[in-house]
């Protein structure tokens, strides 16, 4: 069996948006692919496809079943990794795309985000035996009784960490449409900085709190089996980012980036009795449903009652509310409202656990720039505030130029 040092290479939807794109990937995969290496390469579906696949089933119904929506929705990667092979043959060389069932990916059955238990690389070293480039169909797997399921979006990050790992990668490219991991997301602040190298867990943080440029969960199993990645363009040779385990210089760093997060929304329920079991009450029934709720908040008591305000995905908005309404019944609460206009400003850098004044001068940026709080949360390495969503760009903007991170070099 062939012992080469293998190349694990994923391009984003951006990257195989059209047939020129295609092409071009195929050259610089083919360019990869020297006679001492063996490259494995994750796509992601064409451009836009995952949107537009799941827009088409939404106008048949409001809660398509998740099991139809793999079906559906795995197939975008399936156009674009056979696409990839003809590109690549199209230019003399040898490549086989595979699904995620062909390649043996082993997922739990929660469909639409599916964990991966194991993979199979026998079909992959096999075909590096024969000489092969393998194209590998990203976010898909299959279940022990052969269903298709997705990993969540964004997933297609996760297929090429976890195939990284299995096939004992050397290294693990993410191609995409920036040059890196950047301060901030550069289409809303143009002054954003890319960052040289970043921690496993400072960009688990800033995945978790928006930055989409990379799947959070991807994160979790590369720091989790210490995989680096490295994040760069597809449009261009220039270094990216590399995020790894930690470096001396990292440490110092209080502020190392801002995301933002327009995914969630807020639900209020109203006179909440204050006593004992009523929090567990509601939670437990969102968490029963699998509902994940992000900050919560519950006001000061005055009159034996107290407001509980807290945010879920909008996604899963209405049943949250459902749920929500029938409790506040079951406790003798108040009314339920709810505010999907929210968005989730956030700051992140390791060395916030070691820095002081970090948080007073994120909320003075806010206030100077007219930007009300409505809701606060921290966690050891971020700061996160709930914002009314049409001040999103002015809070990024600001407190991206509060802590200097457009002179950050
Ligand atoms: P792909 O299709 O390659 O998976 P994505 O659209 O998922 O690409 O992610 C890339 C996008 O992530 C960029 O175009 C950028 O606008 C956005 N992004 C958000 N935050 C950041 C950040 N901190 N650094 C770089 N890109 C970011
Ligand atoms: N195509 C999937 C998505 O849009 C997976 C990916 O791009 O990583 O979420
Ligand atoms: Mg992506």
Known sequence: M???????????????ANIDRIKAVAQRVVNAKTSKTNVAVVVSALGDTTDELEAM???IMKEPPDREMDMLMSTGEQISCALLAIAIRALGREAISLTGAQVGIKTTKSHTKARIETIDNKRILKAFDAGQIVIVAGFQGVTEENDITTLGRGGSDLTAVALAKTLKAQVCEIYTDVN????TDPRIETNAKKIKAITFDEMLEMASLGAQVM?????EVAKRFNIPIHVRSSFSKEEGTMIIKETDKLENIAVRGVTCNKSEAKIT???VPDKPGVAAKIFTELATAGISVDTIVQNVSHTKHTDISFTVSKNDLSKAIAIAEKVAKKIQAGAVSSDKNIARVSIVGSGMRSHH??????????????VN?????TSEISISCIIDQKSTDKAVKALHSAFKLDTLS
């Open 180 to 183: 890196g991991i950047y301060t």
């Open 373 to 377: 709080i409505n809701m606060i949360s």
């Open 357 to 370: 004044g970090i948080a007073a001068q994120m909320f003075e940026t806010l206030a100077k720039n007219k």
């Open 215 to 219: 799947q959070a969960r991807s994160i």
């Open 57 to 59: 089933a939404f106008q």
């Open 2 to 16: 062939s012992t080469k040092p293998i190349i694990v290479m994923k391009f984003g939807g951006s990257s195989v």
């Open 269 to 271: 329920i109203d006179a």
